[in-house]
């Protein structure tokens, strides 16, 4: 079975960096401008390890444009290439780049002149655009629209698509990087001080009939996941592809592990993707 490719290129300011972000998401493995001397080996090997291999291609790589129907064609007897061209009105190009302060990667051969260098770009690009599978024209999108659309339409996942990651650990270890919120649960009934309880973790049962038997533990569960059904539907809808929340306890070991696990229980009814990690157990 051949590996599924995506090629995502076109206009600069049209949404590439977005359309990426989107496709990482619904697990695709993602580069983005690779010298063009790379780009076929790169594939070839990523595809020993990958089904799904999103590769985005701008004016950046100018070196890239001279072979580029070859190598096009070459992949394309390759793989199960989908040729994705971003495009957008002059005036919306614009106002992105205003908005973003950032240069256009032709401005100096324009000289400051943002109208001509996206029109210089349009005639570089136009044998991507005739040859592209898919012609995606962005003016009308915000970056949460352009997201959801390209999660539906390319990733295989539904608009509303999230990724629930719960991470148990250890506040004595550090708090974890990259957290969407942070639950502190070293108020509970620790086990660590119950000599029989010790050498268990939050995974087993004596540790779980413990921790879960104090009617704080009870109460505390209950308001997770009522806050959970509230996050969770808003999160979907506003366009959010991943939610991550840490649990901490004090060595990560019991109390916490023991209210991922709950929690992750609980969240199955959301119809989402669920990862438990247990950082320190």
Do not use: W
């Amino acid at each position: 079975m051949k590996s599924s490719l995506v090629i995502v290129t076109g206009l600069s300011g049209a949404g590439k960096t977005v359309t990426l972000r989107a496709l990482e998401d619904a697990d695709y493995f993602c580069v983005d401008n690779l010298p063009s001397s790379l780009i076929y080996e790169f594939i070839k090997l990523t595809a020993l390890s990958s089904e799904k291999i999103a590769v985005g291609i701008d004016i950046r790589e100018k070196s890239f444009l001279k072979d580029i129907d070859k190598v096009i064609k070459k992949l394309r007897d390759a793989y199960s290439l989908n040729l994705v061209y971003l495009e957008a009105e002059t005036d919306i190009i614009i106002r992105r780049y205003k908005e973003t302060r950032r240069p256009h990667p032709l401005s100096k051969a324009a000289k400051g002149n943002i109208e001509k260098a996206i029109s210089m770009e349009q005639k570089m690009l136009t044998f991507l655009r005739d040859e592209a599978d898919s012609i995606i024209d962005t003016s009308a999108f915000t970056p949460h629209g352009l997201r959801q659309y390209i999660t539906a339409s390319l990733g295989g996942l539904s608009a509303d698509y999230l990724k629930f990651t719960i991470i148990s650990f250890g506040f004595k270890f550090g708090i974890p990087q990259h957290l969407d919120m942070l639950l502190d649960v070293r108020f509970l009934p620790n086990p660590h001080f119950i000599d029989e309880l010790r050498p268990f973790t939050g995974l087993d049962e004596p540790v779980k009939k413990y921790i879960f038997g104090s009617a704080v533990t009870a109460e505390y569960i209950a308001k997770i996941e009522d806050l959970m059904d509230f996050l969770i539907p808003m999160y979907k809808k506003e366009g959010k592809s991943s939610f991550t929340l840490g649990v901490g306890c004090t060595g990560g070991r019991h109390r916490s592990p023991a209210i991922v696990e709950r929690a992750a229980e609980f969240s199955k009814k959301y119809d989402i993707s669920i990862e438990v990690i247990h950082r320190d157990m």
